[in-house]
């Protein structure tokens, strides 16, 4: 064993948004459940900005606090990969890919094709998207998916930048909802802002799926307990951080450690999707 026996994970993001989101805490729960194991544990800090995390990993590095870090959510212009190369901490990422950092990487490109075939099949011309954070690399990686995918189907795709929270997925969709020529489905990069967005459609009168239909990226209790019940994609969010936390304990030991795919998120077709109505 090891001086530490702890991996090190910071979320650069919103704390109140920690609590109601339901992904990092199912991956957080894989990550552990994995390492536990070997008997070892997480140590997670939450802070607001690269910065601060860039701080919170010299702190580690100077007391030897961890064996190795998990860097989530690779952004543009991302400087935390080469501040940890330079601080000697092992790391592995989990999503867009670092340098020759070990990865676990998912296939965002497989399941917006997904979601967009299935809303092109119930006959949606005209799509739109809340989208995450523009500053992160998955999200403009499904956003290239999505306008190609949408473009070679013939389909108008709308993409709105939401910042995860329960505000942006009500506000822009009330927004898109509003515009003379309104998305009939509407597509929402996590389950909080789906949820908001089915509120704020009731409130507008516009009925779902009849009149609207929603899909969440990201499934959760939150979107089988609304009424209707959110159709989404799923990813198995628990196995993701178990294979993360398996290349961790990999990279630890000193053993080779190759890139690792988890698998495509699948659609869950539920309450919320319905055929689109020619005239809204």
Not at 113 to 121: G, N, P, R, T, Y
Not at 164 to 172: F, M, T, V
Not at 240 to 262: H, K, N, Y
Request: proline share 5%; net charge negative; charged share 20%.
């Amino acid at each position: 064993m090891s001086i530490a026996d702890a991996v090190g994970l910071v979320l650069a993001r919103p704390s109140r948004l920690l609590g109601a989101e339901p992904f990092f805490m199912e991956f957080i729960a894989g990550i552990e459940e994995r390492l536990a194991e070997h008997d070892r544990s997480v140590l997670l800090h939450v802070v607001t900005t690269h910065e601060q995390e860039v701080a919170a990993y010299r702190r580690w590095a100077a007391h030897r606090t961890v064996d190795a870090v998990v860097l989530v959510n690779r952004a543009v212009h991302d400087t935390r990969p080469a501040a940890l190369r330079e601080l000697g901490i092992p790391v592995v990422v989990a999503g867009e890919p670092a340098g020759d950092a070990p990865t676990v990487r998912t296939n965002d490109e497989g399941a917006v094709h997904q979601a967009v075939s299935h809303l092109h099949d119930l006959g949606h011309r005209r799509i739109a998207r809340i989208s995450g954070p523009n500053t992160l690399l998955h999200t403009r990686t499904r956003t290239r998916a999505l306008l190609q995918t949408a473009g070679a189907a013939g389909i108008e795709a709308i993409v709105e930048e939401g910042d995860y929270s329960e505000e942006s997925g009500a506000k822009l969709t009330e927004m898109l909802l509003n515009r003379p020529d309104p998305p009939t489905a509407i597509v929402y990069d996590n389950d909080l802002m789906a949820v908001a967005g089915l509120n704020a459609a009731k409130e507008l009168g516009v009925r779902v799926p009849h009149e609207l239909s929603l899909m969440a990226w990201d499934d959760s209790s939150l979107c089988r307990l609304t009424s209707p019940a959110l159709t989404a994609m799923s990813l198995d969010v628990h196995l993701f951080g178990q294979m993360v936390a398996d290349s961790t304990l990999d990279l630890i030991a000193g053993a080779p450690v190759a890139d690792r795919w988890c698998p495509t998120a699948t659609l869950v077709t539920r309450e919320t999707s319905a055929p689109a109505l020619i005239a809204r």
